[in-house]
């Protein structure tokens, strides 16, 4: 399966970006009469039958369209310093989506190497991680923003905060309960600061560990995602 | 804390291997009376003093020693098809070593993009990894061989091999059992082929599912490794 991602598709509009029409017939050379699928990245998957392969104006066809294509009834939210190697940042966005992932957001803390990022670099990684992976719907990757006020500004139900030290944690994948409407907090590299971890805990986020591991910015954030996923999926 | 490795240290004669020894004097600068950590790879963790910060015949002084740092009742077999990108199979085995596992074969499938495949590369990103870790086993990277070969081979308790049709399969965070000996079979980017589910069978692989998404050879491998550790974390 074939997935193409047209943020305005609509069966009375059927259309592609340029660069998803040139994907289609210039490299993948598709021909009329291929059937090919299309998300707008809002839970909509068509399926579309070539009619003509003109790929500077193409004609589709929408042959059938499932709504809410994967959906859940559980929603991840992962806020996370950048690693100080932007690819590490990279590669831990193309891995939460791959996983699932519906909201990723990046923090400035008191230890954080890197002050100034770009998300679009991360947005085109999260199209190409939501095609490879065939899902609907596109996680949202949010520019970064102080610490304290992504603390304040979040209401998810189910708040966590993930930290390395010392002190008796609960575990994620038992903290988590299903269902949830989840955020997890991800330090960087020199892990969050007292201070931090003693301010996201007044805003009731609660401290928990990973495991018995000690595990980079990037492989933590995944870590993370792929708790709330199992803790889905076990039940 | 910093951590060492010297595969041929003992406390009787406790010294490093060159590299790490130039990394320890002339990288991080280490002087006479700094307190580091050696590893020798097999669960010995020695805390060590150094007594004379000369990097080609450096003196050091073991404080104290823990024998079976970090060990589980648990272990973990994962055995890949090397991904066409070795990039991407670079970062399996990073990320592998980080969550926890014991030992990584590779294995040659029908669909198999790669013939070649050299390990060398990956031993020292399972060494770095391991340090980054704070772990003091490393595990083992096994040369590629015949996907056949292995599964005639391999006599793991509970073996398991993940693949992706539409015939359903349980899901690996229930079909393992804590405390097991583990070992999973992840293929190629074209997934295994009929003929190789079915021989794994026969020799009592059973068929498993590592969740709703769609993931990436390295994904799969890495998912794979951290559902073993999460289902042992939970007891």
Known sequence: MTLFYAPDFT?????????????????????????VNVTDGHGNLHEVKIADADWKKPRLQVLRTQTDFGKRDYRIHMAVAPTKNADRTEWLVEKCVELGVDEISFVACERSERRHFKTDRLEKIAVAAMKQSLKAYLPVVRDMIPFANFVKQTNAAQRFIAYLDEEKKAYLAKAATPGGDYCVLIGPEGDFSPKEVSFARQYGFEPVSLGNSRLRTETAAMAACHIFNIVNERC
Chains 1, 2 share one sequence.
């Open 11 to 35: 069966p009375s509009q059927p259309t592609l970006p340029d660069d998803e029409a040139h994907h289609a017939f210039k490299v993948l050379r598709l021909a009329a009469g291929a059937v």
